[in-house]
């Protein structure tokens, strides 16, 4: 069965870090660019930042920028998104999804291939 699990979330302080973690099972993430997103209840959901299949191209949200840094380790079939400087409008659902090579459906969020199921961050001061 193809999958997408996020790890990682919980409840941080304003100013913490959290590593999320998007795991692959059944399929290699070698050729999948992989987006985060997240979501509040009641919001749409936004792109937070994106990797290509190579690693070699990465974006970001403006409002994370210099804060998160996406990374992966096609070796573990794992992307990482290194949240660094929480702050409580980061909270949110976070969910990762895949796309072939490249981020393109990434900036519209639709098109993606694989959902994981998403973790929590929540961010308290």
């Known amino acids: 069965q193809l999958q997408l699990a996020e790890s990682g979330g919980g409840l941080v302080q304003a100013g913490g870090s959290l590593r999320l973690s998007c795991a692959a099972s059944?399929?290699?993430?070698?050729?999948?660019?992989i987006g985060w997103f997240r979501q509040v209840p009641g919001k749409e959901r936004e792109g937070v930042s994106c990797i290509s299949s190579s690693g070699d191209i990465t974006d970001y949200a403006d409002s994370v920028k210099g804060r998160f840094t996406i990374s992966r380790d096609n070796a573990r079939n794992t992307v990482y998104l290194q949240m660094n400087s929480l702050q409580p409008g980061d909270t949110a659902v976070y969910y990762c999804?895949?796309?072939?090579?490249?981020?393109?459906?990434?900036?519209?969020?639709?098109?993606?291939?694989?959902w994981g199921k998403g973790t929590l961050v929540t961010v308290v001061t």
């Open positions: 059944g399929f290699t993430l070698d050729y999948y660019a």
């Open positions: 999804a895949d796309e072939k090579y490249y981020c393109s459906a990434y900036y519209s969020g639709y098109g993606m291939d694989y």
